[in-house]
Structures are given as C-alpha cells and as structure tokens.
T-cell receptor, first 111, second 110 residues
Framework: DGGITQSPKYLFRKEGQNVTLSCEQN?????MYWYRQDPGQGLRLIYY???????QKGDIAEGYSVSREKKESFPLTVTSAQKNPTAFYLC??????????FGDGTRLSIL | DAKTTQPTSMDCAEGRAANLPCNHS???????VYWYRQIHSQGPQYIIH???NNETNEMASLIITEDRKSSTLILPHATLRDTAVYYC???????????FGAGTILRVKS
C-alpha cells in the first residue's frame, strides 16, 4: 500500500546528542514537510521541500536540519542546539493541487 | 496565512450530526478552507477542503458562507470513532504552510 512511513515510533535521546528521524513515502509526491507538535497544541512547520535537493525553513527551524537527496526520503536531524526537543514529530507529503497527507509520527523524548 | 477561530470543545450524541464551526474572517480570495482531524497519538487525517462552493465527500460536508468568512464541517452521523481534535485551516491550494491552531475537541457520546 502507498503511504508515509515514519520510524521509529518512539525515540529516546541523551542530552547533547544529535538524532535523526526517518520519513519515507512511496506516493511519488514532490513535496515533503516536517512538523512539530507539543502537548495540547497544534502543529508547527519546521522545514519543507518542494523538490529534490531543495528545502526551505518553516516557522521553527532553529536546532533542526534536513536533507532531500531522494524524492521519497526527507530525514530530519534534531541537533544538540535544539533546547527543548521533546515533542511529537510529524512528516507529511503532497503533490500539486492535492492536500497534505501525514505519517503516524515519531515521539522523541530526552533521557 | 489567514488565522482561524474554533470553539475549544464540543459534544455530540452518537448517530446525530456533528456541526463544527470555524471563523476565518481574514481569508484571502485564493485561500482554501481545509479540515483535518487528529486522533490521539496519530498523524492528522485529511477530511475535506473547499474554496467557495459547498463540498461533500464520503466523510463529511463542508459549508462555506457566501462571504467566505466562516465555514461549518458537518459529520452527518457521528460515531464514537469520530471523537478527535478537528482542525480548520486556511491555506493556498498547494498548501506549503498548513498553520494548525488548537482545533476543536469533538467528543461523541453514546
């Protein structure tokens, strides 16, 4: 089945470590997005990419980095510069004139 | 991006229609109204979107006022599985920035 796969579902990080969250889609979508969600709040955009080898910062990009080397993959790295990384991270993708579709998220916690 | 205003929470009896309102008085002419919902610990699920005409699909109906300053999402026969947070979002059709507010918590009760 086509869809968006985020892995792992739960992730733990020690303070000072970088960690990379995976997002893969087999929908042949051009655009991919990363959002962050804190408890009781809506989603906030971290980064997005409309085509391979190109991406733009969203509203809360500080402390995060991304790459888009392949159309189907858009990994997010949470760096040690992100002061409050504990959150629910959601990846989405879309194609021209169609709505964004989301994966089931990765919950990141600091040990 | 235009901002939206939604009630914090609503209750609905199982089997009845759930009508979720949304105000978006600053919407621009080329912005669409999108509705998503999120069940706890899952990713948001797309429901429906529209520009100015009313829309209906297998999940819901979307009623947009003539001045486009508000809209209503209608779940015609709510079930317990419709209990979720419902987000109303306005965005360009190729929605690069979906700006999610706090949404409306819909509780469907038996």
């Amino acid at each position: 089945d086509g869809g968006i796969t985020q892995s792992p579902k739960y992730l733990f990080r020690k303070e000072g470590q970088n960690v990379t969250l995976s997002c893969e889609q087999n929908l042949n979508h051009d655009a991919m997005y990363w959002y962050r969600q804190d408890p009781g709040q809506g989603l906030r955009l971290i980064y997005y990419s409309q085509i391979v080898n190109d991406f733009q910062k969203g509203d809360i990009a500080e402390g995060y980095s991304v790459s888009r080397e392949k159309k189907e993959s858009f990994p997010l790295t949470v760096t040690s510069a992100q002061k409050n990384p504990t959150a629910f991270y959601l990846c989405a993708s879309s194609i021209w004139d169609q709505p964004q579709h989301f994966g089931d998220g990765t919950r990141l916690s600091i040990l | 991006d235009a901002k939206t205003t939604q009630p914090t929470s609503m209750d609905c009896a199982e089997g009845r229609a759930a009508n979720l309102p949304c105000n978006h008085s600053t919407i621009s002419g080329n912005e669409y109204v999108y509705w998503y919902r999120q069940i706890h610990s899952q990713g948001p699920q797309y429901i429906i979107h529209g520009l100015k005409n009313n829309e209906t699909n297998e999940m819901a109906s979307l009623i947009i006022t003539e001045d486009r300053k508000s809209s209503t999402l209608i779940l015609p026969h709510a079930t317990l599985r419709d209990t979720a947070v419902y987000y109303c979002i306005v965005s360009l059709e190729y929605g690069n920035k979906l700006v999610f507010g706090a949404g409306t918590i819909l509780r469907v009760k038996s």
